[in-house]
């Protein structure tokens, strides 16, 4: 298909866009970019369908205050379906990129929402899949030496290790080729240190900068009559659209969101037998050591024959993701090795910490309180949780959901003792989500959709 030359500018908003400016400084305009169908000749800011991106349009909108590009996969509502008044924002996990959204044709979550009539676009944030960095600018190169020098001694550290339980654990790594992996990740990972300054950024940024900037983005394309979006946050991207609301409410602005959607989303995990106790705690070190990223990627592929292939040893960290029998194995592993950034900035870590403490997640001064301000919200709210899921159990969801005003908040838990039963991704791509999950979210958002 042909290049789509788009003009954009900047301009005055309407009133429901107050929210997007008070969330941050002031914010550039955007440049003007020549955006392109995906599968179309090369372009600024589009991509070949049959290299990464499956959506039918890929945009990209800058980030205030960095040198990054946030990118916008766009999926055209279907000609065939009701047409709707407001477009579709999707919100992805810590880490995650489009892909949690649009795994495979048989399990899109993306592509039924814009089946059902809905514009729909996944936001990738700053560091997640094809959003871009601009690195010939040359900053902090210096100053961060001390950091790649620390990184690379771990990594290198891991190497040793992994040869050590080679020679315990005899032929088993060698059979699994984990030695090889390790050493070629760890080559790879040492050609993008040069970067790791510029994962520099925490919760409050994304909720400032980068959600702000692809809110007026969407609207500047799309041009809801009275400025609203819809708006579905999986995971961390629930957590954004919580502390959107309970920030805009505390101030009584208006939000630019005609409802909102969290699937295994909460702001306090405190009460709740959550796995991220266990994890969320290894920011701590990494501040210590004076490291901004983590290389989760690298991580995630070193253990990943460990989890899909015999003998399996790491096999029960699927269950982290979905439960058994749920997602295909080949779904699984498209999530695990196509699904998630390569580094985490540290400050993210360290303030998504704080939601494991009592009174939940806070901001970056740790003296507000997300939770204790979502009362304040006007913008009805469903919120799903899944029985088995193990990163933010049904209880952890509750937590906040019994704090918001009760004739705007819907909430529903997924699984049944005979089965199915959903873990924390298996309410956007189990087997059984198009059946029984998606009917439900197409129906709140179809309700919300009249104004």
Known sequence: MDALPVQLSSGSLTSSVAASSLLSQPRPPFSSLQLGRVGSSPAVGCVSANETCTADELHYVPVPNSD???ALWRYLPSPKAPKRKHPLLLLSGIASNAFTYDLSPECSFARSMSGSGFDTWILELRGAGLSSLNVDTGTGKESRKDEQQIVSGLLENVINVSERMEKVLDEGFKFLGLQDRLSKRVGD??????VFPRYNWDFDNYLEEDIPSAMEY????????DGKLLAIGHSM??????????????KGMDSGLASVTTIASTLEYSS???LLKYLLPMAKPAQALNVSAL???TMLEMAHPLICRPPYALSWLTTNISAPQMMEPEVIEKLVLNSLCKLIPAKLLYQLA?????????????SFYYKDHISTTNVPILALAGDWDIVCPPDAVYETVKLIPEHLATYKVFGSPGGPHYGHQDMISGRTARSEIYPLIIQFLQRHDQS
């Not at 990972?189 to 040069?194: A, D, I, N, W």
Request: one cysteine or more; charged letters at 30%; a positive charge.
């Open 68 to 70: 990054w590009r946030a």
């Open 354 to 366: 704080t939601s494991v403490d009592k009174g939940g997640l806070r901001d970056r001064t740790g």
């Open 218 to 225: 969407v609207r500047t394309q799309t041009k809801p009559e």
């Open 189 to 194: 990972f040492k050609q993008r240190l040069e």
């Open 272 to 274: 709740s037998g959550t």
């Open 237 to 250: 991207g629930g957590m954004l659209l919580y502390a959107m609301l309970s920030r805009c409410g505390l």
């Open 295 to 297: 290389p989760i990627d």
